[in-house]
């Protein structure tokens, strides 16, 4: 929930009020409807507070969500990155620049196998 919304739950109320309500109160939940229904769903069971009733980490590899992810390695390590960027540097909100990925570039070959391409510039944390 921190990456995706760029703040913890409970982040406005001091540590300890925080520490104590998290037991008493239904898991947060993504303030925005902007994220995929398999997004959310996967949160919402990440932060099952019932063991007996939350997937363990085998299964929630299963999950759709993952399942959708993988093979694009690239993608998650750029938001990891540009996560980790918008922490340090906390005045700039823009994203670090990226290659793009395999993915993307096989998207855009097919697409426009004729235009001229950019080259694009990549920034290293």
Not at 7 to 28: G, N, Q, R, T, W
Request: hydrophobic share 25%; glycine share 2%.
């Amino acid at each position: 929930i921190e990456m995706a919304q760029g703040e913890p739950p409970h982040y406005d109320l001091p540590p300890m009020k925080a520490l104590f309500l998290i037991p008493s109160v239904p898991p947060p939940k993504l303030k925005s409807e902007k994220w995929s229904a398999e997004f959310r769903h996967f949160i919402e069971q990440c932060l099952c507070k019932n063991p007996l009733k939350r997937p363990s980490s085998v299964e929630l590899t299963q999950h759709p969500f993952i399942k959708r992810g993988e093979g694009r390695s690239n993608e998650i390590k750029e938001l990891v990155q540009n996560y980790l960027h918008r922490v340090a540097n906390p005045k700039q909100s823009a994203p670090i620049a990226r290659e793009p990925s395999q993915h993307e570039s096989e998207e855009s070959q097919s697409t426009s196998a004729n235009s001229p391409s950019i080259p694009s510039t990549t920034t290293t944390t």
